[in-house]
């Protein structure tokens, strides 16, 4: 049985909308933080202006105080048939590794540029730029914006809603972490499982701990993957219906459009084992629709 703070936990997380009415730090989460500092990354991000296109995409603000939502985007090549892959990195904003993988991450790619040629890549970073900035998992109205891809309260969630418009990706990747004890992925219904499990492999080869259990602490029907059931798109479902809450998870099923929620341990001092998991399991995927 669950105790009664474990109710209250889940109650606060699946079942409220609007949890605050600011974007609190819920220290009870006990998150290892890893140093995020908006204005340095800010600035590094930016530095990449040149070998990617770098934009403002919307700022968000807090007390008198705003940061930007950067949109950073793969420069077009002469290809003529790509590929697209959306990074939804920071939609909670005190999940770090998220955040601060993308800088390792456009590394990366630009310096497999040549054979990644015709896959666009676009990430938003950090899509909760407020709650990044005050270390909290909710925007600057005290919304979770991952409960707001039904009703679309949230300029960030629609920010999001408008990139999957426009870019029209063959697949988002959305950068999260959770309290569980290693690296796992939620797949929605458009993946298909045996390629998310050779992209497990691949990640864990690399030296990424896939988790056996989920954060609810059932197991895993595969080291890595939670995948899409039966039971858990009833779920999905009944949560809209009634709450009006749904995640980015489920709105990409919506659209028919395959999504991936990775969530890396928050528990974990081990910084460079939580930037890892982001930034091998998104070059996995690129370098999988490059060859396609
Ligand atoms: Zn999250």
């Not at 006990?30 to 700022?59: H, I, M, N, Q, W």
């Not at 959305?174 to 045996?194: I, K, M, T, W, Y």
């Not at 896939?210 to 059932?218: Q, T, V």
């Not at 990409?252 to 991936?260: F, K, S």
Request: hydrophobic share 40%; charged share 25%; with cysteine.
């Amino acid at each position: 049985m669950p105790t009664l703070a474990e109710l209250q936990q889940f109650a606060r997380y699946h079942l409220v909308r609007r949890v605050y009415d600011h974007p609190a730090r819920d220290p009870e989460l006990e998150v290892v933080t890893l140093g995020y500092d908006p204005k340095a990354f800010e600035a590094e991000v930016r530095s990449f202006e040149g070998r990617f296109a770098v934009r403002e995409a919307l700022r968000g603000s807090y007390r008198g105080a705003s940061w930007p939502v950067l949109e950073v985007e793969s420069k077009p090549s002469s290809e003529a048939r790509r590929r697209r892959v959306l990074v939804l990195s920071g939609v909670h904003g005190n999940e770090q590794a998220g955040i601060l993988s993308v800088v390792p991450l456009l590394e990366q790619l630009y310096a497999e540029r040549a054979s990644l040629a015709n896959v666009a890549v676009r990430v938003l970073t950090p899509v909760n730029a407020v709650g990044a900035a005050e270390v909290s998992r909710f925007n600057g109205e005290g919304y979770d914006i991952n409960r707001d891809f039904r009703r679309f309260y949230t300029a960030e969630a629609r920010l999001v809603r408008d990139a999957l418009e426009s870019f029209r990706p063959d697949i988002v990747l959305s950068l999260h972490e959770g309290p569980q004890d290693a690296s796992f992925v939620f797949a929605n219904a458009r993946c298909d499982v045996e390629q998310v499990k050779r992209w497990l492999s691949e990640i864990e080869a690399k030296g990424t701990t896939l988790a056996r259990k989920d954060y609810f602490g059932s197991m895993l029907p595969s080291p890595g993957l939670s995948p899409s059931t039966a039971a858990s798109r009833l779920v999905v479902r009944l949560w809209a219906n009634t709450l009006g809450m749904m995640a980015a998870n489920g709105y990409c099923d919506e659209r028919g459009i395959p999504e991936l929620t990775l969530e890396s341990s928050w528990k974990s001092p081990d910084r460079a084992a939580r930037l890892r998991a982001h930034v091998d399991l998104c070059m996995a995927v690129v370098r999988t629709l490059a060859r396609q």
